[in-house]
């Protein structure tokens, strides 16, 4: 009895140790008397002892190198440093594991390479301005020399760029006079801006100078022609007053029986009020020159005397 439970116990021990769990995102390499037999997915599995074993661990999910700088020459013989970061991903565990010895050696020479072809057929200034045509091209390149190692490689990135300390000194350099050319233009601009802008404001206070002159010359003559007017509305109201004032009078003397020649005198020193000293020429009526030029001779007489 005690055999049996010996022998159960070494049983139930056995077939524990034989138990494979395989988590998320990882698959099993199983090898069955030294040759594959299958690849285990996520999940429970069991193998047969001493026959069976799990030759390689892999990780199924996207995986990032970073690989160190490499010494690369462009067209025109200008030695740079390039360091690259690759991302990849293992799609077939089987060809993973019997394809290539070491993988992550494999890829980081194979992008060595890769990048020295890429870059060899490039100018310094084309390098330094193309790293997306640079990054497509050895993604390309490598994603098919990897196809038969089970990796896909996704995406290549040029992490550092870095020329010779003479020509960074250089660009450097070209890079301040650019900006000091830039600085150049802008103050020029601002000047040209600032001195069209003072030019149209003086233009702008002529024109609202002259037009402020203009109608200031337009209210004087309103103003002048309103004074004239007013002047002339005056001197006829004061003619229509005196002409009433000597009509009413005239009106008196014929009604107190007086002859036509006072009344003809009268009638003279009414336009001699009318006229006030101002007036340069009267027109006399015709019915009274007659009697004038009788007044001029008694006026003469009376002088000789």
């Known amino acids: 009895m005690i055999y049996l439970l010996i022998i159960l116990f070494v049983i139930i021990v056995i077939l524990a140790a034989n138990v494979r769990i395989v988590p998320q995102a990882y698959a099993y390499v199983v090898e069955r008397l030294g040759g594959y037999d299958s690849t285990w ?24 190198v970073d690989f160190p700088p490499q010494p690369v020459i462009t067209k025109d013989n ?3 440093q390039i360091d690259t970061v690759v991302f990849f991903q293992i799609t077939d565990p089987k060809m993973y594991a019997y ?9 980081e020479k194979l992008t060595a390479t890769t990048l020295r072809n890429i870059i060899g057929e490039m100018e310094l200034d084309q390098t330094l301005t193309s790293r997306e045509v ?4 050895m993604r390309s390149a490598l994603d ?20 010779p300390e003479a020509i960074r000194n250089a660009m450097e350099k070209q ?11 802008l103050i020029a601009e601002g000047e040209k801006k600032s001195t069209i802008l003072v030019a149209e404001g003086k233009k702008e206070s002529a024109i609202l100078n002259a037009e402020a002159e203009k109608q200031a010359a337009i209210l004087r003559a309103e103003a002048e022609k309103e004074k004239r ?3 002339a509305e005056g001197q006829a109201e004061a003619i229509r007053v005196v002409q009433m004032a000597n009509a009413e009078g005239i009106k008196y003397l014929r009604e107190a029986g007086a002859d036509d020649s006072v009344l003809t005198l009268k009638k ?22 007659g009697v004038a030029g009788l007044a001029k001779s008694v006026g003469e007489v009376l002088t000789q005397k």
């Open 229 to 231: 007017i007013r002047e």
């Open 144 to 163: 098919v020399a990897t196809d038969p190692w089970g990796i896909k490689v996704n995406r290549v990135e040029l992490k550092n760029i870095i020329p």
């Open 134 to 137: 640079i990054n497509t091209n």
């Open 41 to 64: 997915s996520v999940g429970l599995h069991f193998k047969i002892p001493i026959l069976d074993r799990v030759a390689k661990k892999v990780n199924l999910k996207e995986q990032v």
């Open 99 to 107: 394809g290539v010895e070491n993988p992550i050696m494999a890829i």
């Open 268 to 289: 003279l020193e009414a336009f001699e009020k009318a006229a006030n000293g101002q007036a340069t020429k009267i027109i006399i009526p015709s019915e009274i020159q």
């Open 78 to 80: 200008v030695t740079m």
């Open 175 to 185: 890079m301040k006079a650019e900006r000091e050319r830039r600085e150049a233009i």
